[in-house]
């Protein structure tokens, strides 16, 4: 469950201060473009807004229990925000830009203190989500969020077989909908993101509250 006694207000002047010098929006070059093209990687880049996030996170009840996992994570900012504004003590973020990656990790000495003494704990690693080495990580996650907006169908199809190994995932939000996912369709949910309203799938293995 969510804190009652996090100040949302507060969290949010946080995280604008914590992620003031990264910056999520790159430009690549062709050569990289390419590159991660032909591996099934997406470099496009937005933000979900946090109090939308908090919002979402109340519906499923996330708590102390989950491991929160973000496919394509980039700058790390939703596992933050979910650290910061929720019970939930772990999260994961696996992004596959090298140079993202570098950027995330940047924020990492500056919440070692609140993570240490909230007992919490914040992984982010670099790497392809798909790539059988990082199925282990996966595995741990109870709750998956994929801001699959610019995600092809042929990658989201893999990114269900991934999933679908994965017995302790109870829910997964995605932007676009994620066909064949063994997980059932819950219902939908509008997230408010840096570049739009969007409507996105939730799925979960129990009927969740309004």
Not at 77 to 86: A, E, F, Q, R, V
Not at 184 to 210: G, M, Q
Request: glycine share 6%; with cysteine; hydrophobic share 40%.
């Amino acid at each position: 469950m969510i804190k009652n006694t996090v100040n949302h207000e507060i969290v949010q002047g946080y995280l604008d201060n914590l992620y003031q010098d990264v910056n999520g929006y790159l430009k690549y070059t062709p050569e990289e473009k390419n590159h991660y093209t032909n591996n099934d990687v997406c470099i496009t880049y937005g933000e979900v807004l946090y109090l939308s996030l908090i919002a979402f996170a109340k519906q499923i009840q996330l708590g102390p229990q989950d491991v929160f996992l973000d496919l394509g994570s980039g700058l790390g900012k939703i596992c933050s925000s979910i650290l910061l504004g929720t019970s939930c003590r772990q999260a994961i973020g696996i992004e596959a830009s090298g140079r993202l990656h570098e950027q995330a990790i940047k924020i990492l000495p500056k919440v070692v203190s609140f993570l240490v003494a909230e007992h919490k704990k914040l992984n982010l690693i670099q790497g392809n989500f798909l790539a059988p080495e990082l199925l282990p990580e996966i595995k741990h996650a109870t709750v998956v969020f994929i801001n699959s907006t610019a995600f092809t169908y042929d990658l989201l199809d893999k990114i269900a077989v991934v999933l679908n190994q994965c017995p302790n995932i109870r829910a997964v939000l995605s932007f676009k909908p994620l066909a064949n996912l063994t997980l059932p369709f819950n219902k939908t949910v509008i997230l408010e993101a840096s570049w739009d309203s969007i409507l996105s799938r939730l799925y979960a293995r129990k009927t969740l509250p309004d």
